[in-house]
């Protein structure tokens, strides 16, 4: 018997918890010597700057041509699909077998649904830890937040909801290829636009906080954010150590920007992590400052190391459920520091409808609070999600790199009531499968679809667009720039967790790939991926 919604969602959350535990690495024969020691960290004086430019999507990458059509046919009932951890070419957990073609609806082994993410705190902490000395906990690498972590020239929409395109490219001669569906929402309204904010923001100031790059780096960044907001905006502030306080109540900033800025300048650490009791105190602070038509969020700055109270992300969340469903309170996770909680912000995030970033350096938090501010306290979908219905004729074999713990049960598609992601204006959010062909296969590969609710009126629309065989000849490395790039960090990240994606490159190689396409694209952050990789091939050897 079918279960009701509450009993799907519940079964949704074990598995994607259970996701986190169950991943392992892909074998892969190359070993690893672990660094001796951590490098005492190492961040930047140097206050940052009140003013701020406009923002920019970052990569000039290229994307793909696809047909769009209508909605994606309703797919047949399906069971959720398993984490993707085993090598390409092994029948185990998560992998695709082969079955024979039939011109029945597509079966439920040819569906693959998610919910959609747009967390990018695996690849800064990668990189933090990098620079530190140390490899990163395999565990701590989700793939999509690699991927995700550098914007795409994907078309924009107008007004809410997501474009789709879709390309792909062959990886290696053993006969798989990447296939990659790339959603965009439309650009950011200028700031005098967009609907008034009331923020409040949680403040850890437990004594994990002293360390440099962590209390301090967050005051410099709520320093330049108050600068940025609005007159008609809203702020709230609470701290947590031992226990919970509302240092500022939910106030309009404008005539109170000097209240805020004194409020902010007085925040010192202090000693244990009671992270329950900040989330807690910081909902009901924002429950009770809730404007009617204005974005109301709770902003958490931690390094999440909770050692007091209640430590899970489930329990926590469960306690202001309320305040998210009825009041539609979003969470956006900032992480900070050498040592983080990367599980439990991610899963925070997660259970309340948000995201996350990692900053450590006032570069990234000045990136993250002034020039992606609309980004991450505007919506314009709710509870999206992503299916893309593989078609049995031509593919044998499919897997779907990363979203390991965003899988959604292939039938609650279309069920608004089964949760998905929240996504703000000005993001790109990409999927990237390894796919195998039948042998001499034409014609068509998949149909990638989006679904989300508008985040206003909260009615249901779809998106979709369709991709040819023709369209994977081209080798990845001659492929669009945009593509290449997508290659690299899923490689990357590939290579952290030890697995083995097909025609994966040495880190060298792969190294020279980001060079080029650094001096290409001329794109900061894709050089800053090529030295990333090759800090990574130091630690390794």
């Known amino acids: 018997m079918r279960p009701d919604s509450e009993h799907r969602a519940e079964d949704r959350d074990r598995t994607r918890a259970s996701a986190r535990a169950r991943r392992r690495p892909w074998p892969r024969g190359r070993g690893r010597a672990r660094a001796a020691g951590l490098l005492a960290a190492a961040l930047v004086g140097g206050l940052l700057v009140s003013g701020c430019g406009g923002g920019s999507d970052g990569s000039s990458a290229d994307h793909g041509k696809a047909r769009r059509t209508g909605p994606l046919p309703a797919p047949a009932p399906a069971r959720p699909s398993a984490p993707a951890t085993p090598a390409p070419g092994t029948e185990a957990d998560g992998e695709q077998r082969d079955i024979a073609p039939s011109p029945s609806p597509t079966p ?38 690699f991927i995700n ?8 929409p107008e007004g809410n909801g997501f474009s789709v395109t879709a390309d792909g490219a062959r990886a290696g001669d053993e006969g798989w290829s990447f296939l990659r569906v790339g959603l965009a929402t439309g650009p950011a309204a200028p700031a005098s636009e967009r609907p008034p904010a009331a923020l409040t923001f949680v403040i850890d100031v437990s004594g994990s906080m002293a360390e440099p790059g962590r209390l301090d780096l967050v005051k410099q960044s709520l320093g330049v954010m108050t600068d940025q907001l609005r007159s008609d905006d809203s702020l709230a502030l609470v701290t947590f150590s031992d226990t919970a306080e509302t240092v500022l109540p939910m106030t309009r900033v404008g005539g109170a920007r000097g209240r805020v800025h004194d409020a902010i300048d007085s925040l010192e650490p202090m000693s244990s992590t009671n992270l ?7 909902y009901d602070t924002a429950v009770e400052g809730a404007r009617p038509g204005a974005t109301n969020r709770v902003v958490l700055l931690s390094d999440a190391l909770a050692n007091t109270g209640e430590t899970d992300a489930d329990a926590i969340l469960d306690r202001i459920s309320d305040a998210r469903r009825e009041h539609g309170i979003t969470l956006f996770g900032v992480g900070v520091g050498s040592e983080y909680g990367d599980a439990l912000m991610e899963r925070l995030a997660d259970k309340g409808d948000g995201h996350t970033t990692y900053v450590s350096t006032p570069e990234e938090a000045r990136k993250v609070f002034c020039d992606e501010l609309p980004q991450n306290i505007e919506l314009r979908a709710r509870e999206a999600k992503a299916q893309v219905a593989f078609d049995p004729g031509t593919v044998q074999r499919f897997r779907l790199i990363g979203y390991d713990d ?4 292939d039938d609650d598609y279309r069920d608004d009531r089964v949760d998905g992601g929240e996504v703000g204006p000005g993001h790109t959010v990409t999927a990237l499968y390894a796919v195998r062909l039948r042998p001499g296969a034409s014609g068509h590969v998949a149909t990638a679809g989006v679904r989300w609710l508008d985040p206003t009126t909260r009615a249901p629309h779809e998106e979709t667009t369709q991709i040819e065989a023709s369209a994977l000849d081209t080798d ?17 990240a590939d290579s952290l967790r030890q697995g083995a994606l097909p025609g994966a490159p040495t880190l060298p190689q792969l190294a020279s790939h980001a060079d080029k396409l650094a001096h290409s694209t001329e794109d900061k952050d894709v050089r800053q991926l090529a030295e990333a990789i090759r800090r990574a091939d130091e630690l390794q050897t």
């Open 276 to 282: 329950d009791a900040g989330v807690r105190t910081g």
């Open 476 to 492: 990845v490395w001659r492929s669009s720039p945009g593509l290449q790039l997508t290659a690299t960090a899923a490689y990357f």
């Open 406 to 409: 965003r899988q959604v049960a």
């Open 108 to 145: 439920a082994d040819y569906l693959s649904t998610f919910a959609l993410d747009v967390d990018t705190a695996s690849y800064g902490y990668a990189r933090r830890t990098l620079a530190d000395g140390r490899l990163p906990d395999p565990m701590t690498v989700r793939p999509e937040e």
């Open 149 to 156: 972590s550098f914007r795409q020239n994907y078309p924009r």
